[in-house]
């Protein structure tokens, strides 16, 4: 099993960003992904289903499952890709009214065939990274816009 952790401080209110980060339409065609829809169950509830369509660092299907969602806390979910089960934690937290703390952490079980000839793990990882690294910027350029009334 390998595992991963980092934090992201966002300046932007725990409010808006996570109202952001559980927008999938606004997701969909942007950062990693090609298409992202739930494909069970009613959005953000436990149990509930996700299919992602990424479409860099590879193309690739993530099945995702819903196992807790706290809204503006915690969203746990267990993804399944390329014949790897991922078990990601993200926790949100205000640091001030400005600026939120995200915490990611994501467990990874399995292998994926040599038939990519690369590893996998460090691609994960790294594309979870961007995925929050977008997030913070677009939320911060959000916060800059509604700062200076540009809605």
Same mark, same amino acid.
């Given at each position: 099993?390998?595992?991963?952790?980092?934090?992201?401080?966002?300046?932007?209110?725990?409010?808006?960003?996570?109202?952001?980060?559980?927008?999938?339409?606004?997701?969909?065609?942007?950062?990693?992904?090609?298409?992202?829809?739930?494909?069970?169950?009613?959005?953000?509830?436990?149990?509930?289903?996700?299919?992602?369509?990424?479409?860099?660092?590879?193309?690739?299907?993530?099945?995702?499952?819903?196992?807790?969602?706290?809204?503006? /806390?915690? =969203?746990?979910?267990? &993804?399944?890709?390329?014949?790897?089960?991922?078990?990601? @934690?993200?926790?949100?937290? !205000? +640091?001030?009214?400005?600026?939120?703390?995200?915490?990611?952490?994501?467990?990874?079980?399995?292998?994926?065939?040599?038939?990519?000839?690369?590893?996998? /793990?460090? =691609?994960?990882?790294? &594309?979870?990274?961007?995925?929050?690294?977008?997030?913070? @910027?677009?939320?911060?350029? !959000? +916060?800059?816009?509604?700062?200076?009334?540009?809605?």
């Amino acid at each position: 099993m390998q595992s991963f952790e980092f934090q992201v401080v966002v300046n932007s209110p725990l409010e808006k960003v996570f109202a952001l980060y559980t927008d999938i339409e606004w997701w969909r065609n942007r950062s990693i992904f090609a298409d992202i829809r739930w494909t069970h169950g009613e959005p953000w509830t436990e149990g509930s289903r996700l299919r992602i369509e990424s479409r860099k660092p590879i193309r690739a299907s993530v099945d995702q499952v819903l196992l807790e969602f706290r809204p503006r /806390e915690s =969203v746990v979910y267990i &993804s399944h890709v390329l014949g790897m089960t991922c078990e990601t @934690r993200i926790k949100f937290a !205000a +640091a001030s009214a400005a600026q939120t703390v995200i915490q990611v952490r994501m467990q990874l079980l399995g292998t994926v065939s040599r038939v990519l000839g690369f590893a996998i /793990e460090p =691609v994960i990882e790294k &594309s979870t990274r961007e995925f929050f690294e977008d997030l913070r @910027r677009e939320s911060e350029d !959000a +916060a800059r816009r509604a700062a200076s009334g540009g809605g």
